[in-house]
């Protein structure tokens, strides 16, 4: 496919991903989140990269949202696929066997907010905003905000915030979780994400992709059953060479030297 409304850099083992859509605010159309939908699959049949940043195109926004005017012709099935669309875009996210970091560089609303909160984490710079205003349209967020803001700031916050659709600034996003880490500007955000990215890189690719899956695999469900998943998984890293080298290393006590794509080199401060 080639991609009207994103934009791919490859570096480093590291791949971003920038929604451009800047006329429109970088926001979720049917012809973006199908590209993204297309592009990601691609990275989840794999090989995947190290790591992922997802920004938008530098302006007022990182995504405003879906796209409002597409939406309001929109009949009731349309809109139903049009939100399973949006589902699978957010839930590929999550799929990533490898860290996904959302770069925010001004607003992240609606939909912005909802690909953000299916990140494994996020960045933002100072001017940067939250929040899922659906309810001011007579909507409610349908990428999988009702489901993924909960588990990110508690039950309460997250029917107070979807409730009101009030806006959420960046130290305010800091203090409840949504972000771990507040930026002057863009290029700082852009290059921390990358330092750490190239920090998890030094570790075991498949290690860090179980403990994603243990991780995703373990929210909503009992404590029981999220440690049964993760018993799985920790014996998984044991049929790995990387536990056995990541073992030996240690032992010897030498750096490992972690299985990697082709050409990769590795990572060291």
Excluded: W
Excluded at 141 to 169: K, M, N, S
Excluded at 196 to 204: E, T, Y
Aim: charged share 20%; proline share 6%.
């Amino acid at each position: 496919m080639d991609y009207s409304t994103l934009l791919i850099d490859d570096r480093d083992g590291v791949t971003t991903v920038t929604v451009s859509r800047p006329a429109a605010r970088n926001a979720l159309n049917a012809r973006v989140l199908t590209e993204l939908a297309h592009f990601l699959s691609g990275l989840v049949a794999g090989p995947a990269p190290r790591g992922v940043i997802l920004t938008g195109a530098p302006g007022p926004a990182f995504v405003a949202g879906a796209d409002i005017r597409e939406m309001a012709v929109m009949t009731p099935e349309e809109g139903e696929r049009f939100g399973m669309l949006g589902q699978r875009v957010t839930t590929l996210l999550e799929e990533l066997p490898c860290p996904v970091v959302a770069c925010v560089d001004g607003y992240a609303l609606g939909g912005g907010c909802e690909v953000v909160l299916a990140c494994d984490f996020a960045y933002a710079t100072e001017r940067s905003v939250f929040g899922q205003p659906e309810v001011v349209l007579g909507l409610i967020p349908g990428f999988g905000g009702c489901v993924r803001l909960q588990r990110l700031v508690g039950p309460a916050v997250a029917r107070e915030l979807i409730y009101t659709g009030r806006h959420v600034d960046a130290p305010e996003a800091l203090r409840l979780g949504l972000v771990t880490a507040v930026f002057a500007g863009r290029d700082e955000m852009l290059a921390a994400a990358r330092g750490v990215l190239g920090r998890i890189a030094d570790n075991s690719a498949t290690a860090v992709s179980l403990a994603k899956a243990a991780l995703n695999a373990s929210r909503g469900t009992t404590v029981a059953a999220g440690l049964a998943f993760e018993l799985d998984a920790f014996r998984e890293a044991f049929t790995s060479d990387d536990m056995r080298e990541g073992t030996a290393a240690f032992l010897a006590k030498r750096p490992p030297a972690f299985s990697r794509p082709t050409g990769e080199p590795p990572h060291r401060d």
